[in-house]
């Protein structure tokens, strides 16, 4: 029942619709019958106007068609203005003889001619116009510009960003036509288009090299490629493509190609570029060996050989050191064989077309072919590139510091000897004006630093790297320094005195060698010896010098260290305590000799104080030596007194014995000698030979005669004072201020009137300073703003 209600629904719904229907198709009859003959007017008119507009159209076609046939056949619309300066008619396409690449309705236009193409104009030629060439068979139309093609555009695609990836013009948008259309009449150079508009104008250049053959126009071709690769070179794909292009339009016109030039600039590629092939192959033509400067140029073109960091950043010296590598590994050059010739041929970069390239080039070996391992090159590149790692990472931190001295430092030594090093000539040039031309200079370390441009460290200590970077620094100039860390002497800080002195390759010597060792101890003990009693004076230092001079087995440059060694170390006393416990595992031998060589110091002035004693002692004790031996040795150092010793006045009793020998010295006690005099001269005339010394001090290693320098010992550093005098200043400039009587005391020693040397040193002040050095008083003090100019006037001497 409910399903009959619904179907009678719809039937009804039905016949409703097809009445509308039948309705509205009587009102159309009726109004059509009634309005016939004005719906039959209007027809008539839009029919017309229809037949009108076609016929202009077509007329417009007509009269475009005429404009772009050959002249013979009309009146020129156009003309080509000619370099010449005459005016020609315009030759349009399909007019001139064509060659074998192009077909019937192509042409190539010539550099001589103007052509408009959709309304713009086109000079300089040098592109195909018309709608396709004919290539082996095949049509190509990717590069030809074709008039009939509509390239008109309101926004020009001047960036090509429509164009893909291998333009075609005959398929770009109008709005990528119309830009390079544009690009070509503004001289193509023009560097807002993109690089799509450029390589479209190149297609059609490497196809009239090498698929028309156009050999004559090939020099003009290169010239034009040559200049887009100036302006677009930055572009890599064009770069490579219009490199391989430049390459290969020479082999095929015969034309000579530039010879490589290492660069760390090589931009990867997948083979080897031609100008290498064709360089290598000449030279193997020549000879079976490649020798350095042609290796370089070889591994740098391998595709599987990449430049690491050092060797990009540091190039310059990265070439120089691969030929001092490659010439010591292949002196006769490394002989190379190949299995074939060199054949080449031009892939498009278009890629419509590929072709062989003929030329002298097929009678050279390729290296593309080579049977020789290459790895020995491979492997030469990377040791290279390590050696500058160094260099490399300071440049990288520092880059104002690539021709430093401590930038030289990190070359290796062979690549500098090698190489100018500018920083390091200067610094050579500075220290001979430093040293005035002698064999020995005394300076302050921080002097040495700014002389070398070092930076002095915030904290004011010196590393142990850094003394070492200048020890390597001088040994490149043939100085030495001592101090020297590296020949066991400790770490100069920059206030502390060095001596420099000529040596070749810096003077090493070996600190371990039993006599450079055992002499080196001695002086070390000697020095804590004559500071044992509070004061070092010169006659102490020239004892020991004269020790060093009559060393055996030390060579001239080892007395030179040993000798500047003890100046600087009487200035700077070391620590007591860290001496005698080095002393612990030296040889008995050793031993023996540097307890008698320390009781030889503190006897040698005549006189034994507590203090000296008791530091003899503390030597023995780290020495493993009795104290009986060292009073022993004590007694036998002390000469007899020639005279009578004194008693008491003589009160004869029966029964009293004749007085004893004095007893041997004793730590509380002082004892008073007398010198001999004979000893006293041999002494004396030992220090006199001093002065002698450091002049001869070479004579092992530097035949040539040199100017005699002054001893260290016994020349004055202050012009002026004599060496008693300039003892009384350094006393007082090493404590700022000593007692007067201390000052008295010390004076009569010397021989000297403490008020007449009080005088003596203020008046040699007055004319070096304008004013007194010491001021009298309870204290003799010296001027605290003079303690300077007396460093500087001991850094001159």
Same mark, same amino acid.
């Given at each position: ?57 077509k007329l417009e076609g007509q009269k475009s068609s005429v404009a772009e046939r050959p002249l013979a056949t009309q009146q020129p619309q156009i003309q080509l203005l000619s370099q010449r300066g005459y005016v020609e008619p315009l030759v349009q396409f399909g007019s001139r003889a064509r060659s074998a690449g192009t077909s019937g309705q192509t042409r190539w236009v010539a550099p001589t001619e103007t052509i408009i193409v959709q309304g713009v104009s086109v000079a300089g030629g040098m592109f195909y116009l018309g ?301 001979? $004006? ?298 007082? $400039? ?8 201390e000052f008295e005391e010390r004076a009569r020693a010397m021989k000297l009137l403490a008020e007449g040397a009080l005088e003596r040193i203020n008046d040699w002040a007055f004319e070096r300073f304008d004013e007194a050095l010491l001021e009298d008083g309870d204290e003799i003090v010296m001027a605290p703003h003079l303690r300077e100019r007396l460093s500087e006037l001991r850094e001159t001497a």
């Amino acid at each position: 029942m409910g399903r009959r209600k619904g179907g009678s629904a719809a039937g009804m719904g039905l016949l409703i619709v097809l009445g509308l229907i039948f309705a509205a198709l009587s009102a159309v009859y009726r109004f059509i019958v009634e309005n016939l003959a004005a719906i039959t007017g209007f027809g008539t008119v839009v029919g017309l106007l229809l037949i009108l507009w076609y016929l202009f159209s077509k007329l417009e076609g007509q009269k475009s068609s005429v404009a772009e046939r050959p002249l013979a056949t009309q009146q020129p619309q156009i003309q080509l203005l000619s370099q010449r300066g005459y005016v020609e008619p315009l030759v349009q396409f399909g007019s001139r003889a064509r060659s074998a690449g192009t077909s019937g309705q192509t042409r190539w236009v010539a550099p001589t001619e103007t052509i408009i193409v959709q309304g713009v104009s086109v000079a300089g030629g040098m592109f195909y116009l018309g709608t396709a060439l004919s290539f082996e068979g095949r049509e190509i139309d990717e590069y030809v510009v074709n008039p009939e093609l509509s390239a008109k555009s309101s926004r020009p695609d001047v960036e090509g960003t429509s164009m893909p990836y291998w333009p075609s013009y005959a398929e770009v948008a109008p709005a990528a036509r119309r830009a390079f259309l544009e690009w070509m009449s503004t001289g193509r150079r023009a560097k807002p288009y993109g690089i799509g508009h450029v390589f479209l104008y190149f297609y059609g250049l490497e196809h009239r090299v090498f698929a028309d053959r156009d050999v004559g126009n090939v020099p003009a071709l290169i010239a034009e490629v040559d200049q887009l690769l100036r302006v677009y070179g930055d572009n890599g794909s064009f770069h490579g493509y219009a490199t391989h292009f430049l390459d290969l339009a020479r082999c095929a016109a015969g034309l000579p190609l530039p010879v490589p030039e290492p660069s760390a600039d090589t931009a990867y590629a997948a083979e080897m570029g031609t100008a290498v092939r064709l360089h290598l192959g000449r030279r193997l033509a020549q000879s079976a060996a490649i020798l350095s400067e042609d290796a370089l140029i070889w591994v740098l073109a391998l595709p599987d050989v990449y430049l690491r960091t050092a060797a990009v950043r540091c190039f310059d010296k990265f070439v120089p050191l691969w030929h001092l590598r490659f010439r010591s590994r292949f002196p006769e050059g490394l002989r190379v064989a190949t299995s074939g010739n060199i054949d080449l041929s031009y892939r498009a970069a278009s890629g419509a077309f590929e072709v062989p390239v003929d030329g002298p080039h097929r009678d050279y070996p390729d290296v593309t072919k080579v049977k020789t391992s290459l790895e020995p090159l491979r492997q030469l590149v990377q040791e290279c590139t390590d050696e500058l790692d160094g260099f490399s990472r300071l440049l990288g931190r520092r880059p104002e510091a690539r021709n430093s001295v401590q930038a030289a430092l990190l070359l290796p030594e062979d690549l500098l000897a090698e190489t100018v090093f500018e920083a390091v000539r200067e610094f050579g040039q500075r220290l001979s $004006e430093i040293m005035g031309g002698k064999q020995l200079a005394s300076t302050k370390m921080d002097t040495v630093l700014r002389l070398a441009n070092f930076e002095l460290p915030d904290s004011g200590k010196l590393s142990p790297a850094v003394a070492d970077q200048l020890g390597q620094v001088l040994d490149r100039l043939d100085i030495a320094i001592e101090p020297d860390r590296r020949y066991g002497g400790g770490v100069p800080q920059p206030q502390d005195q060095v001596f420099l002195f000529n040596a070749p390759g810096g003077g090493p010597v070996d600190s371990e060698r039993p006599a450079y060792r055992s002499m080196k101890a001695q002086v070390e003990v000697a020095v804590l010896a004559a500071a044992a009693d509070g004061e070092a004076s010169g006659e102490e230092i020239q004892r020991v010098i004269a020790g060093i001079k009559e060393g055996v087995d030390l060579g001239g440059v080892e007395r030179a260290r040993l000798i500047s060694f003890a100046i600087t170390i009487f200035n700077s006393p070391p620590k007591q305590a860290r001496v005698l416990k080095r002393l612990a595992d030296r040889s008995p031998a050793e031993r023996a000799t540097i307890a008698k060589a320390a009781v030889a110091i503190v006897v040698g002035d005549g006189t034994v104080q507590p203090d000296e004693v008791r530091f003899l002692e503390k030597l023995h004790k780290a020495l493993g030596l009795p104290k009986e031996q060292l009073y022993s040795e004590l007694h036998k150092a002390v000469p007899r007194s020639d005279e009578p010793v004194a008693i008491s006045i003589e009160q004869r009793q029966a029964g009293i014995p004749i007085p004893k020998e004095a007893p041997v010295p004793t730590p509380d006690a002082v004892v008073r000698i007398r010198i001999d005099a004979e000893r006293l001269a041999r002494a004396q005339r030992e220090t006199a030979e001093v002065s002698e010394l450091l002049a001869n001090i070479f004579e092992e290693e530097t035949p040539p005669p040199v100017e005699t320098v002054a001893a260290v010992a016994n020349a004055s550093a202050f012009e002026g004072l004599d060496q008693s005098h300039t003892e009384l200043v350094e006393l007082i $400039e090493l404590k700022g201020a000593v007692p007067k009587l201390e000052f008295e005391e010390r004076a009569r020693a010397m021989k000297l009137l403490a008020e007449g040397a009080l005088e003596r040193i203020n008046d040699w002040a007055f004319e070096r300073f304008d004013e007194a050095l010491l001021e009298d008083g309870d204290e003799i003090v010296m001027a605290p703003h003079l303690r300077e100019r007396l460093s500087e006037l001991r850094e001159t001497a």
